[in-house]
């Protein structure tokens, strides 16, 4: 078995990814999509279709769940969505909150912070949901980044997302691990060369997707 302690040791900066691998925020994603396609008349089940778009970005599930809808329309959906989403975060009493986070996250976390590791967050998120997810499940004070995918011009599956991070975090990929959990997110993360390890305790079937790459898989954060 992999000693996670043991794999950061010689690393200087820690990247992760947000939903599924941090947190599983998916179904609460799903169930803040399906409100909003229900104002406008669209009725679709995609908390039981959520291995089908295993990863992907909101407007890439809309384009395929609502082809009707134009670029502007689905555009507001995702701003409104965001909206349904945020308040069900907030709507999340404290003791419900742990069935959310990754087994082991943040005992991980304190020994990374107590190792001086740079943290970051890189999400295929937008910037608003990355901030009130950390926040409400207690992570954002970890992190010395945040990203969404409004900060590089290219999201997930191009590399860039990550190797932005790393320059903002003043590293390269021979010093950087990275933690992700999707189909999407592995070609991502393993195209920037980096480490990369797969985290599996809230993975989902990747149906016609295949995972891309070389990395480690595990389980969950205990160390």
Known sequence: MTDLKTLVKHKDAILFDMDGTLVNTEPLHAKAAVLVLAEIGVHVDLVSTIDQFYGMTDYIVLKTVCPQLSDVEINKAIEQKNFHLIKLFKALADEEKDQYITPGLLPFLNHLKKENKKLAVVSASEDIV?????????IDHYMQLQMGRNQ???TKPHPDPYLEAMKRLKTTHPN????????TGI?????????????????????????????????????
């Open 130 to 138: 990355v901030f009130e997810t950390l926040k409400c499940f207690g």
């Open 152 to 154: 590089t011009e290219l």
């Open 176 to 183: 950087t691990i990275i933690f992700e959990d999707s189909p």
């Open 187 to 223: 070609k991502s993360a393993t195209a920037t060369n980096a480490q990369v390890v797969r985290v599996t305790a809230f993975a989902h079937s990747t149906g016609s997707q295949t995972i891309e790459g070389d990395y480690l898989e595990l389980k969950n954060f205990h160390t």
